[in-house]
């Protein structure tokens, strides 16, 4: 008697590169190129990314920025001192030294190497300084050489600016200091040397206490990327760790870098 069984349906194996029944196709299951890497969209393939690759070909782009925004702020520094210099030139034509001597100070202090309109604010005020020397003006030479040094000591950055004309500043100053001072107060060359010795001080900031506050600044900066590189995933969903270090370390950059500018 013949069999009325029905017959077993046969299983065959799924073939590589296809995926098999009942399971979730996923990207390891892609056929690829011999020697190419399977990605699940959070690991990175061989060689840089994409991303990678726009950042690197950026720099060009962002250092054009960078010196256009300087470029631009060199040009206003050096249109307020030319600015400077003309409305002092304009106070000193209509008689009014003390107001020219204001301008020009204030065209010293906006400094950019090379300026030429700082070279003549100074010419300017030692100007001022030499004639009112000749009229026997102490407080008028006073306050043209308070000027000068007023002038180039806030414009100190790294360096001072015309060094060696404010030390000769000084030296006047000193001499013209011990002899507007009461003749009871000592010799006058001890009393010129006594200037002389405070005048030859700079004023300044601390420098631990400067280091400091900029230490606090880049903590501060540095904390920010962090949180966002690694406080953050990539559904913006917060890391609590990194998250928490980074918002401490804010914290903590924010309150040195305030307590450098206060006690600088």
Excluded: C
Aim: proline residues 7%; without cysteine; hydrophobic residues 45%.
């Amino acid at each position: 008697m013949r069999s009325t069984a029905a017959p077993r349906a046969s299983k065959s194996r799924p073939s590589q590169g296809q995926p098999s029944e009942g399971r979730r196709t996923t990207a390891r299951d892609i056929p690829r190129p011999s020697g190419q890497r399977a990605t699940d969209g959070f690991s990175q393939p061989n060689g840089p990314s994409q991303a990678n690759r726009r950042v690197r070909s950026g720099w060009p782009g962002f250092l054009a920025i960078a010196l256009l925004a300087l470029g631009l702020v060199v040009a206003r520094v050096l249109a307020d001192s030319a600015s400077a210099v003309s409305a002092g030139d304009t106070a000193s034509e209509q008689g009014n030294p003390e107001l020219a001597i204001e301008h020009y100070q204030h065209a010293v202090r906006m400094y950019v190497p090379g300026s030429p309109y700082v070279r003549r604010a100074l010419e300017r005020l030692e100007k001022i300084a030499a004639g009112a020397s000749q009229r026997g003006e102490a407080t008028g030479e006073r306050l043209a050489l308070e000027a000068i040094r007023a002038g180039l000591l806030g414009a100190r950055s790294l360096y001072t600016p015309h060094a060696e004309r404010l030390a000769a500043v000084d030296r006047r100053l000193a001499a013209l200091y011990a002899r507007i001072e009461d003749p009871s107060n000592g010799k006058p060359e001890a009393r010129q040397a006594w200037f002389a010795e405070r005048l030859a001080r700079r004023p300044g900031p601390r420098p631990l206490i400067s280091l400091l506050a900029i230490g606090g600044l880049g903590l501060w900066l540095g904390a920010s990327v962090l949180f966002i590189r690694r406080g953050l995933d990539r559904g913006l969903r917060l890391r609590p760790r990194w998250a928490l270090f980074a918002g401490v370390a804010f914290l903590v950059g924010f309150a040195l870098f305030v307590f450098g500018l206060r006690f600088a």
